[in-house]
């Protein structure tokens, strides 16, 4: 009888135990997360880091001739760059975004949640896009694989676009479908506006199919009717822009507010700054910050060889770079430019005229500009002809992407806004960025001998 007892207290004592270690985990580190708590910081992630604040946005304002750094050359703004450089946007848009991104839209797929697994895929596209187009050939069929697959081989950038159509025709799919739960606070970019979404999905598409007007076995009439077709479902006002709200609390701050701030040593370049000024464009107090030591708009000439006081630049205006000022991704105004410019391959002038004004005009709403300021502006910049089109849409649709990554792709696609070397430059205008140290250590690809003025597969 003894015996028994112990031997259910024995069995009692050890089930206990087992109870009390099946619930000692570490909530820091759970291994399953929900959908709403992956979305959340993977949007903050690509609003401040991949389109605005990561070492290669700033790289390509440099490049761009936006931003300047008050020290001596050399340095970034004279295109003096090292594969390391690149070693934290790399990691950053594969581990975080691209990997989490894979999870979530897995996740959704299981959990029959197609919103959430039609927003991971159209972000897999803005981040594949924004990959390929800095560094062309890059890995994703055999990454992100984990310990399966340590030496990724590189896809080829052409695959890489049809991998990226291909994923947006999927989010369109599965927001299509219109069931399951839809996000709500949770997706900081559309508060779980599928439709909005939708639209989204279909602007990136023209806009990717528009990159490709002279690549390799595409022709410009060809990518300019997909770009339209795919237009006809995409956003339709400025309540559709892709952006990003920021309380501007400590913390909370807008990623240009960060990029201009004092201690960061950058400033507006005299090449932006002196191109607002010359076309006396109503946008430039938004834009542009006066100098704080003048009042003037004055602009840092990039490549000089002295160090002024910060004090003597301008910085980012209030429309995008005070503390609480929104940051736009992908806006609607870059909609009516796209159309613009494949009206202008198709049909010429006469059919892109009328949307290069709604273009601009929708960036002056933006901005909130007086309607006979937009007149004034409108008339002063004239009428396109068959010489001055195409190099008028990029212009403006330069200004109407202010600071975006975008830029510098329409710059090597079209050689617009013209730019010319700067001084005591280390090369001609870098077309590309250096694949980043950390990879060329841990997976070796031919590709990775690239340099900064080699182009990618698209730009020619």
Request: proline share 5%; glycine share 6%; with cysteine.
């Amino acid at each position: 009888m003894k015996k028994i007892i112990w031997l259910l207290l024995l069995t009692t004592s050890l089930g206990g135990c087992k109870k009390f270690i099946d619930v000692n985990k570490d909530p820091n580190n759970p291994v399953d997360v929900q959908e709403s708590l992956l979305l959340s910081p993977l949007e903050v992630n690509i609003a401040s880091v991949v389109s605005s604040l990561g070492t290669v946005p700033i790289h390509v304002n440099h490049f761009m001739q936006n931003i300047a750094l008050n020290q001596p050359v050399p340095n970034t703004g004279t295109y003096t760059v090292v594969n390391a450089e690149m070693d934290g946007d790399w990691s950053n848009l594969y581990v975080t975004c691209l990997n989490n991104l894979r999870i979530l839209n897995t996740k959704a797929e299981t959990d029959g949640l197609p919103n959430y697994s039609g927003i991971a895929k159209v972000l897999t596209a803005y981040c594949l896009g924004t990959a390929t187009d800095l560094w062309g050939d890059i890995p994703y069929t055999s990454a992100l694989q984990g310990s399966t697959e340590f030496l990724p081989v590189y896809d080829k950038q052409e695959d890489i676009y049809t991998t990226v159509q291909s994923m947006l025709d999927n989010a369109i799919a599965d927001i299509d479908k219109n069931t399951g739960q839809v996000p709500g606070g949770d997706d900081f970019f559309y508060g779980g506006d599928m439709s909005k979404w939708k639209k989204l999905a279909y602007t990136l598409k023209a806009r990717y199919f528009l990159h490709l007007t002279k690549a390799p076995g595409h022709t410009a009439a060809a990518q300019a009717d997909l770009a339209l077709t795919a237009l006809q479902n995409a956003m339709l006002s400025n309540d559709d822009d892709l952006k990003f709200s920021y309380t501007g609390a400590a913390g909370q701050e807008n990623p240009y507010y960060q990029l201009f701030l004092p201690i960061s040593t950058v400033v507006l370049s005299s090449n932006l700054v002196d191109s607002l000024v010359a076309r006396n464009d109503p946008r430039l107090s938004k834009l542009v910050a006066p100098a704080l030591q003048t009042g003037l708009y004055n602009g840092r000439v990039i490549g000089s060889v002295n160090v002024g006081s910060l004090e003597e630049y301008s910085l980012g205006g209030p429309a995008y770079a005070d503390a609480a000022s929104v940051h736009f991704i992908v806006n609607y105004s870059e909609a009516l430019f796209i159309k613009a410019e494949a009206s202008l391959i198709k049909s010429g002038v006469s059919a892109a005229q009328d949307v290069y004004t709604d273009a601009v005009k929708s960036h002056m709403g933006k901005l909130g500009i007086a309607t006979a300021d937009v007149t004034a502006y409108l008339s002063s910049r004239g009428t396109l002809t068959s010489e001055n089109a195409l190099q008028r849409i990029i212009e403006e649709k330069n200004i109407a992407n202010y600071l975006s990554l975008e830029n510098y792709n329409d710059w090597r696609r079209t050689g617009f806004p013209i730019l010319t070397k700067v001084p005591n430059a280390a090369s001609d205008i870098p077309r590309r960025m250096l694949y980043p140290q950390v990879e060329i250590l841990s997976n070796p690809q031919p590709q990775q001998t690239a340099k900064l003025t080699d182009r990618v597969w698209w730009d020619k």
